[in-house]
């Protein structure tokens, strides 16, 4: 169209220059015509003809006034002397006229006319000499006058051929000049002819455009009538001109009633009025844009009955020749506002979701690790007792499967940031044979409870040292040999280990065969889902949750390898395992673990513990190692102590009433008391990666699980103390208990049953304060389990988790059933 | 040719306007005119009021020159060179006669005539000379009087018919 446009331009352009060039042509032309119309009008010419043959005539005249004086004599000679001054006359006009200037080159017309000329100024003395002498001379003059005739005769005609030659050739030239007029003419005239085309066609364009802008206009109004959005025209003063059918349907509005009033009182709602206002001044003074040209903005409009809801709008400047207008386009979102709100919420649940499930599983961690650390704890303690061959037998079984179980706890603790994502392997240097060997005699006394036989071997070369995920291996093994136990009677369960040559990386192969009741054949795809229970005779009795085999798939895909299992009903099951293993050396004994008897004694310790038995194990742990325990019951005590004299360690439990472990840290290091930069090292139950960063970033030193292990303890003094300068010397301090010799355990059993029957019988009072009912309500929980009670423990972590919503009918229920639990617990026992 | 022909419209109008100074100046009273006393050079005749003989009006040099002297420099197409000729406006001339006519017959001493139309006496229009370059003209020399347009003043004196007119060795002139 455009191309199409710049041609037709471009033809009317050469056509004006074809018609501008043809007109200055013809304008030439036409002066031309002039001079020569000029020329020939003004003819300087004065009738040469006639001049020519009246030159003959005078000397015609002149002879005949010669003749007539000859034969008659008495005539006056004046008339001779008359027609003589008149030839004379002429011949000078032939002689010096400009126009006979061209002729006189002519010898044929020249010659005669000089000869002439001589021969009248040849008569002259004597037509002007005395009239006798005239009157005698006149034969002569006669006889003189037939001589030059025949010259005058010659002048005449070769002049009036010149003239007659002249005249062709102006008529020539005329007639080129008009002919050439002509061509000109007939140019410019076809030149307008193709103008006037042109024009014509540009007419018929223009209709056509005309035509195609009411059709583009009317389409424009289609789409604006039918637009989902607001569309609203103002002028600059803000003035509605155009208000379409969707703005009328939002704003509730008619376009009759709104047009030309101000767009600031009919959709701005009150508000913003102002601001509006503003905003449309600031336009108007210098053209300031705010909202105008800046793309979508949220705003909020008002509909006729006033209701003010929020819009996306956009507007824009535009130019209807010469005035500017404002086009404004707007949404009415209030639904997509209310879904926005709707999906934020949901949003903000599930991640509150996700954080109640983060904290129920710290707590889980912390809960079940709780009772744990004091089996293990008090386990550590005995084994410092004397003991019989069978009962330090016992003992080590009974630590092994508690520590099995400690890992098993771990290990789901291990599935679920597996599921997060956040699991890494843990691989360290392991003794197979060790591994397997301690597997086994932790599960003997299982296997034998159902008269089986349990052994292990290696089948092929031995690998005695490898690189593995031994944790995991071990968990594994130990599902899969508790499986083989729990459903065989009476039978033999083996373990055999072999190096799968060659492979590169090494795999080991594990099975674990038993002569149980086998798994039907229909079953054995499923078995290793999660929650996958085989109904079964035998199993009926002994149940489970079916998350063993999940877990151990997980554990073995994880690691890299594969779990299979083969298996005959009544016969028996065959669970294989390949790993990749990694051989390894044997590590130099104690390497990375720093002798514990480097570990310096007599330190000051403080120790931050709110649970009481977990207090008294540490205080026993560390008091045996040869250290002075200072103890502090909360994060504020600590703090208190802290800053009253210095220590060589701090250890900083986390989860505390009245002040947290990390607060107490964070005031610790903060403060300008001795204890800044002693190591702090956090204490906790809470083995979850990201708590462990949490504590790093309050500022602790390093972590310590529970329960406290000897080993792990000596670990971190040595890191800590050993080799630096006592902070601490024994003179002028005195540690706030002494080492306590006498059945401590028996002491807190008592002390446990005076705290909790205070509880109750303050619970009994229905106190006000809900969240000193929490606070302990938790604190005896925490000990509860460990006294052998857990039903008084989940009924008082209800009586908490009530207290805590402050709901007062739930927790009046929620007391009584504790008081219920209380009175049917089991005598409290540390031992049991 | 149309452009002869806008010469003529030309011509008449000036003509026109020429024949309004002439009905102007006849308020000269009718009468008679000195004698002349040195030999006659012109005789007008017609239809004039003022004569000095049997209904003609006679002229000497003298009495030519009496009635001022108007000079026009001019080149003419049968004399080389510019010459200045020295000699009396016809238009005075007419107005001294009382001329009432529109043509004029002018003839030359061999009896050859032309008709000048009254409305060519304008202001600085033709001039009866009697003087070429500050010399009397002689009969040989188309004296003693030749009817001289301005011809290199005026482009409209450049025609044939205008050339026709200037009559030399002109020694008569009959109003019509």
């Keep these: ?832 | 040719m149309k452009a002869g022909r806008m010469y003529k419209l030309i011509e008449r109008f000036a003509g026109a306007a020429g024949l309004l100074l002439i009905f102007g100046a006849t308020s000269v009273a009718a009468g008679t005119l000195e004698e002349p006393t040195g030999p006659v050079l012109l005789t007008i005749s017609g239809e004039i009021e003022n004569t000095n003989g049997e209904g003609t009006a006679a002229f000497d040099l003298e009495m030519l020159r009496a009635l001022g002297a108007t000079e026009v420099t001019t080149d003419t197409i049968w004399t080389p060179g510019t010459i200045t000729f020295t000699g009396v406006e016809l238009k005075t001339l007419l107005e001294h006669v009382g001329a009432t006519g529109t043509e004029i017959d002018a003839t030359a001493i061999n009896n050859y005539t032309v008709v000048v139309p009254v409305e060519d006496a304008v202001e600085d229009g033709p001039i009866l000379a009697y003087e070429m370059d500050g010399r009397l003209m002689s009969r040989r020399d188309k004296g003693p009087l030749w009817l001289i347009y301005p011809y290199a003043s005026n482009a409209a004196y450049r025609t044939e018919v205008i050339y026709s007119r200037s009559i030399w060795q002109l020694d008569r002139m009959a109003i019509d």
């Design chain 1, 1 to 832: 169209m455009t191309l199409a446009n710049g041609f037709r331009r471009a033809g009317r352009d050469v056509l004006l220059a074809l018609a501008f060039l043809c007109l200055v042509a013809i304008a030439v032309l036409v002066k031309d015509v002039v001079k020569e119309l000029r020329f020939l009008s003004s003819a300087d010419s004065d009738n040469v003809h006639w001049t020519l043959s009246q030159a003959e005539v005078e000397f015609l005249e002149f002879r005949n006034a010669v003749n007539w004086a000859r034969t008659v004599p008495e005539t006056p000679l004046s008339t001779v002397i008359v027609e003589f001054d008149v030839f004379y006359s002429r011949t000078s006009t032939l002689a010096n006229g400009s126009q006979y200037s061209p002729l006189r080159e002519d010898p044929a017309f020249d010659a005669p006319l000089v000869e002439v000329r001589d021969r009248l100024n040849g008569m002259i003395p004597l037509i002007d000499g005395p009239r006798e002498d005239l009157r005698a001379g006149l034969d002569d003059l006669a006889a003189q006058i037939e001589d030059m005739r025949a010259l005058v005769r010659s002048i005449a005609t070769t002049g009036l051929q010149h003239f007659a030659l002249e005249s062709d050739e102006l008529r020539t030239s005329l007639a080129t000049t008009l002919l050439r007029l002509a061509v000109f003419t007939g140019l410019l005239l076809l030149a307008l002819a193709a103008l006037l085309m042109h024009a014509y066609r540009t007419a018929q364009q223009t209709d056509k455009r005309g035509k195609e802008l009411a059709i583009a206009y009317a389409r424009l109004n289609t789409i604006l009538n039918t637009s989902l959005d607001a569309v609203v025209v103002t002028d600059t003063e803000g003035r509605v001109q155009n208000f379409n059918p969707a703005a009328e349907r939002i704003f509730g509005r008619r376009l009759k009633d709104v047009r030309n009033k101000h767009i600031g009182d009919i959709i701005v709602p009150e508000h913003l009025r102002e601001a509006h206002d503003r905003g449309m001044a600031r336009f108007a003074a210098d053209g300031e844009r705010r909202v105008i040209g800046q793309g979508r903005v949220k705003l909020e409009g008002m509909r006729a009955n006033g209701e003010v809801f929020p819009v996306e709008l956009a507007i824009e400047t535009a130019h209807a020749g010469e005035e500017q207008l404002l086009v404004a386009f707007l949404r009415d979102i209030s639904h997509r506002v209310a879904s926005e709100n709707e999906l934020v919420q949901a949003r903000d649940k599930a991640l509150a979701g996700e954080q109640a499930k983060a904290e129920f599983l710290a707590m889980m961690t912390h809960e079940i690790r709780t009772p744990l650390n004091g089996i293990l704890g008090n386990l550590s303690l005995m084994e410092d007792t004397k003991l019989s061959s069978d009962q330090a037998r016992y003992m080590r079984n009974m630590k092994i499967s508690g520590e099995l179980l400690m890992r098993h706890v771990d290990a789901v603790l291990d599935v679920a940031r597996f599921e997060s994502g956040a699991d890494t392997a843990q691989e360290d240097v392991t003794h197979l044979g060790h591994l397997m060997q301690d597997l086994v005699d932790s599960q003997t006394s299982a296997a034998h409870a159902h008269g089986n036989a349990l052994q292990w071997g290696w089948v092929g070369t031995p690998e005695e040292w490898v690189e593995v995920d031994s944790s995991r291996l071990q968990q594994i093994l130990l599902n899969l040999v508790g499986n083989a136990i729990k459903f065989t009677r009476e039978g033999r369960i083996s373990i055999e280990a072999e190096m799968i040559e060659p492979g590169e990386p090494a795999q080991i192969e594990i099975r674990v065969s038993d002569t149980g009741s086998g798994i039907a054949e229909g079953d054995l795809a499923r078995i290793f889902e999660d929650f996958q229970t085989v109904s079964h005779q035998v199993s009926d009795s002994v149940g489970g949750t079916g998350l063993g085999l999940g877990i151990v798939r997980r554990f073995v895909q994880a690691m890299g390898g594969e779990i299979g299992v083969e298996s005959t009903l009544g016969e028996g099951s065959t669970f294989w395992l390949r790993i990749p293993v990694m051989p390894a050396e044997e590590p130099s004994e104690d390497k990375g673990a720093l002798p514990e008897s480097e570990a310096p004694s007599d330190l000051e310790i403080l120790l931050v513990e709110d649970n009481d038995i977990n207090m008294q194990l540490a205080y026993e742990v560390l008091v045996g190692m040869g250290h002075h325990v200072t103890e502090a019951r909360d994060g504020q005590e600590a703090v208190d102590v802290a800053n009253k004299r210095p220590f060589d360690l701090v250890l900083m439990d986390i989860r505390m009433p009245v002040m947290d472990g990390l607060t107490a840290t964070k005031m610790i290091r903060e403060g300008d008391g001795p204890n800044w930069d002693a190591p702090i090292v956090a204490f906790s139950a809470n083995v979850l990666p990201e708590a462990r960063d949490r504590f790093a970033a309050a500022g602790m030193s390093d972590f310590l699980g529970k329960p406290l292990q000897r080993s792990e303890l000596a670990q971190i003094i040595v890191r800590f103390c050993a080799g630096r300068e006592r902070r601490v010397t024994l003179d002028g301090t005195t540690p706030l208990l002494v080492k306590k010799k006498e059945s401590p355990m028996e002491k807190l059993r008592a002390r446990y049953i005076s705290e909790t029957s205070a509880l109750f019988e303050w619970l009994a009072g229905l106190p006000e304060d809900t969240q000193a009912i929490a606070n302990r309500a938790h604190q005896i929980a925490g000990s509860a389990a460990a006294f052998g009670q857990p039903g008084v423990r989940e009924a008082l972590l209800l009586v908490e988790q009530v207290a805590e919503s402050g709901d007062r009918e739930d927790l009046v229920i929620a007391i009584n059933e504790a008081q219920a639990a209380w009175k049917a617990a089991p005598e409290p026992s540390l031992i049991s």
